[in-house]
């Protein structure tokens, strides 16, 4: 049990910690040094050991303070250079993490390659659900700086970590402390990826199901379900790119093979969406900008939900059970002050997600490549 000390330190570092995740912020040093300068933040991070923000036992703040200083800031400076010229960076790195991280944890699985002689195809990256997956040279650009400054330090794993969570704040999300120590993956996981990365068109039982799994109950699904929806499919992003009217192009015309359009979409939904993918014609691309407003870390998504305006049929059914659909209408009536703490804490949980540390695992030189084929 805490010390009445220990309890008022906790409650003062929570309000200032909260209050810093109400507003967006587009700078990544404004949003870090609001949290890490704070006189009690180390005490925050040692009494949440082992609870919902607190690091894997493996992990530690500033893992890299002593072997090479300059890591995160190097990330970070990499990762506005990016921005600046390509805004869609940001949508691309945050299903990166998450793909990687659903499947036996955060340890860079997904960057192995078969691209230098390998003839085995079956690796996690070639798996169907990674198909349109970008920003794995964006990660290669971060790490090769990395490389430049600290030789064989710093893992993919904790590039990819720590790239996505700058990517959110340039993006206007929360800020969230990152733990590293993470080492990468000898081993790829090809039937996993196959069988267990949710899919947009997936059941809602199922997707709940391989979120249980891993640990996350129904409000944590659907607050990460909410920021993943809306960056997801960017090459099928919904609200900062656009999405091939393929992915949709049932719910529009034949739904489960019905010749009718999915019952769930709102009428003059259904309508805006058949002018931008009519029939037969789903290579073309829908310009969700023209569709859906407001900032993605607000509680817009949400609300389109309760009006069946969810684009993919995935998104539309979080509504389908009582479950989920409780904690869309929760998050839809705020102003997205708690869906921004919700996804910072589940952001947390994720990056935590089946980790290897200290002897695990090994540090790649190139993501690509085994540490023993990359130097």
């Not at 794995?136 to 990819?160: H, Q, W, Y």
């Not at 960017?234 to 019905?258: E, P, V």
């Not at 069946?308 to 049929?313: A, D, I, V, Y």
Request: proline share 4%; glycine share 6%.
């Amino acid at each position: 049990m805490f010390n009445s000390v220990n309890k008022w330190v906790i409650l003062v570092l929570l309000i200032s910690f909260l209050f810093s995740l109400r507003t967006p912020q587009k700078s990544t040093q404004t949003e870090e040094q609001k949290i890490e300068t704070h006189p009690v933040f180390s005490v925050f991070l040692q009494t949440q050991q082992g609870a919902s923000l607190g690091p894997n036992p493996g992990l530690e703040y500033d893992h890299y303070r002593d072997s090479c200083p300059d890591a995160e800031k190097i990330v970070r400076s990499m990762m506005s250079k990016i921005y600046c010229e390509q805004k869609d960076v940001s949508a691309a790195l945050l299903r990166l993490f998450f793909h990687d991280c659903f499947i036996r944890g955060c340890d860079a699985s997904l960057f192995l390659d078969d691209s230098n002689g390998n003839t085995n195809h079956s690796i996690e990256r070639r798996a169907a659900p990674h198909s349109t997956l970008k920003g794995f040279d964006k990660i290669d650009l971060i790490k090769a700086e990395l490389e430049r400054a600290c030789p064989g330090v710093v893992s993919c794993a904790d590039t990819l970590a720590l790239a996505t969570r700058d990517g959110i704040i340039l993006q206007g999300g929360p800020y969230y402390p990152v733990f590293t120590g993470r080492r990468d993956s000898s081993e790829s996981y090809f039937q996993e990826a196959m069988d267990e990365i949710p899919k947009p068109d997936g059941n809602l039982s199922r997707t709940l199901h391989l979120f249980s799994l891993r640990g996350f109950n129904e409000r944590e699904t659907v607050s990460l379900l909410g920021t993943h929806s809306k960056f997801s499919h960017l090459s099928r992003a919904h609200n900062i790119g656009k999405i091939s009217c393929q992915f949709i192009q049932d719910r529009l015309y034949n739904f489960t093979g019905t010749g009718q359009p999915d019952p769930t979409i709102a009428a003059d939904f259904l309508n805006e969406l058949r002018l931008n993918c009519q029939a037969n014609h789903g290579s073309s691309s829908l310009n969700d900008s023209a569709i859906s407003s407001g900032s993605d870390f607000d509680a817009h998504y949400f609300r389109s939900l309760l009006r069946g305006r969810g684009l993919l049929f995935a998104d539309q059914q979080l509504m389908a059970d009582e479950k989920t659909a409780t904690h869309v209408k929760y998050y839809a009536s705020g102003d997205g002050t708690i869906f921004r703490i919700d996804f910072a804490r589940a952001m947390v949980k994720m990056s935590n997600l089946g980790v290897l540390s200290g002897s695990q695992g090994q540090v790649r030189i190139k993501c690509s490549l085994p540490a023993e084929y990359s130097r």
